[in-house]
């Protein structure tokens, strides 16, 4: 069995599928790991490009990223699970970091930054007003450091990450039940 799942939705993505793919496996050298690519019905050559470079390809013919992702985790086999898009705006490299955390027991849950190491055009104005948003949202759900639950949603048990500072919030995950 993986230690890592990794799902990444994809709908014609064969311009940079093979690059995610790559960047993803230098990332995880030395964790056992499986990439699991999503497709929601891709017109080229998406399919075949993963399939080349070793991923599990997941045929999933209703549309939608919200789909997509509850698929992928409906067939990730791995104790820790990770999510990151095809476009190259997510930083895998930053995987072992966020692993380290999470089999360390020093965290429940990371969540990465994109945002800040965006090469400017990669992603509208408009997409990136909607991610600082739910980012936002996202941040307030928990009260970093405790355990208290915020009062914009009622979750409990978070903590501060130590990987990525206050930035990110975690809380505890049924499916953390393993330690490198």
Known sequence: MPEVSVIIPTMNEESSIGAVIDEVQ???VGWPS???IVDTDS?????????AKGA???PEPRRGYG???KTGFAAAT????SALDADLTYPAHRFPDFLTALAED?????SGDRLSGLSDGAMTGMHRVGNEILNFAFRSCTIPGSATPSPACGRSGGRSCPV???STTGWRSPKNSSSR
């Open 26 to 28: 230098t990332a995880l």
């Open 34 to 36: 499986e990439i699991l």
């Open 43 to 51: 017109r080229d050559r998406t399919r075949d490009i993963a399939t």
């Open 56 to 58: 599990r390809v997941v």
């Open 67 to 69: 789909r997509a992702y």
């Open 78 to 81: 791995g104790t820790f699970v």
């Open 106 to 110: 020093r965290a429940d849950f990371v």
């Open 164 to 166: 990525c500072g206050s």
